[in-house]
Nanobody, 124 residues
């Protein structure tokens, strides 16, 4: 089994920055692709970004491209989400996800493990 624990969420003013972390643990973790999804109040959960097992490939939703950066440290089994130029519409619960395969995917159903989520609130 794999456990994912997110941290780094909080309240920030529009234009500000936050960095989320997601630490993976468990003997089953195999450095597969990892991603971030988010769910705003009253909306469905949506893809934000993903990174391949090697870290060599990434994908971003159009809404965050150029503002968010995903990276990973496989030695620490941790993935990071650097969020800059935050907007009120970025307010959501952010979820970390991991899959057993190393190729990235934007599809929620392709991820095997999920964290509990961390709240990000951007005030205007």
């Amino acid at each position: 089994q794999v456990q994912l624990v997110e941290s780094g969420g909080g309240l920030v003013q529009a234009g500000g920055s936050l960095k989320l972390s997601c630490a993976a643990s468990g003997r089953s973790f195999s450095n597969g692709a990892m991603g971030w999804f988010r769910q705003a109040p009253g909306k469905e959960r949506e893809f934000v970004t993903a990174i391949s097992g090697s870290g060599g490939s990434t994908s971003y939703a159009d809404s965050v491209k150029g503002r968010f950066t995903i990276t990973r440290d496989n030695a620490k089994k941790t993935v990071y989400l650097e969020m800059n130029s935050l907007k009120p519409e970025d307010t959501a619960v952010y979820y970390c996800a991991a899959r057993t395969l190393k190729l990235i995917t934007v599809y929620e159903s392709s991820y095997n493990y999920w964290g509990q989520g961390t709240q990000v609130t951007v005030s205007s």
